[in-house]
T-cell receptor
Framework: DGGITQSPKYLFRKEGQNVTLSCEQNLNHDAMYWYRQDPGQGLRLIYYSQIVNDFQKGDIAEGYSVSREKKESFPLTVTSAQKNPTAFYLC??????????????FGPGTRLTVL | AQSVAQPEDQVNVAEGNPLTVKCTYS??????LFWYVQYPNRGLQFLLK????DNLVKGSYGFEAEFNKSQTSFHLKKPSALVSDSALYFC??????????????WGLGTSLAVNP
């Protein structure tokens, strides 16, 4: 099956802990994205990457970090500096670098809850 | 600045009736416009997009959208709603001349409820 996988589906974190959310795609897409979704706020871009070993901050990057060591993988770490991390996190990918007419394809999401 | 508005938080329609979910946008230059659907606790699914050409765009699951440049709108429509269409719908826009700004700008979403 081709597509984007995210794991885990549900994640619980204690305050002060870092957690890493996994995102893998086998679509051979160049660009990958991380979004945060909160009720009534739509999607907000955290980070995006257009090529291996390169990534750019989105609108709400504070308290988050990413890496892009492989084309197919774009993990997101939610650090203890993120003051309100409870949210639904969505990973997406699109085929080509810099082609913002390209469709973004989404994974199933990870729901993170801070206890 | 680019922006997109979905003026209705919720739309209610009876099964079998036509449905419309509204979207208006503001961009500099030519827009790229997208509609996505999200079912509870799931990722977003692509429905359709307008890049150029015919103003009426047909997409998945019988949905279509009409690009209206003068009204800067891109409303999503379906001739006959199904209960299974009940979901959260997102409109998004990007601009052809956005330069290094490769982001999509997302609306806040419209919750569609189709009543049996």
């Amino acid at each position: 099956d081709g597509g984007i996988t995210q794991s885990p589906k549900y994640l619980f974190r204690k305050e002060g802990q870092n957690v890493t959310l996994s995102c893998e795609q086998n679509l051979n897409h160049d660009a990958m994205y991380w979004y945060r979704q909160d009720p009534g706020q739509g999607l907000r871009l955290i980070y995006y990457s257009q090529i291996v070993n390169d990534f750019q901050k989105g609108d709400i990057a504070e308290g988050y970090s990413v890496s892009r060591e492989k084309k197919e993988s774009f993990p997101l770490t939610v650090t203890s500096a993120q003051k309100n991390p409870t949210a639904f996190y969505l990973c997406a990918s699109s085929p080509r670098i810099g082609h913002f007419a390209d469709t973004q394809y989404f994974g199933p999401g990870t729901r993170l809850t801070v206890l | 600045a680019q922006s997109v508005a979905q003026p209705e938080d919720q739309v209610n329609v009876a099964e079998g009736n036509p449905l419309t979910v509204k979207c208006t946008y503001s961009v500099s230059g030519n827009p790229y416009l997208f509609w996505y659907v999200q079912y509870p606790n799931r990722g977003l699914q692509f429905l359709l997009k307008y890049i150029t050409g015919d103003n009426l765009v047909k997409g998945s699951y019988g949905f279509e959208a009409e690009f209206n440049k003068s009204q800067t709108s891109f409303h999503l429509k379906k001739p006959s709603a199904l209960v299974s269409d009940s979901a959260l719908y997102f409109c998004a826009v990007s601009a052809a001349n956005a330069g290094n700004n490769r982001k999509l700008i997302w609306g806040l979403g419209t919750s569609l409820a189709v009543n049996p």
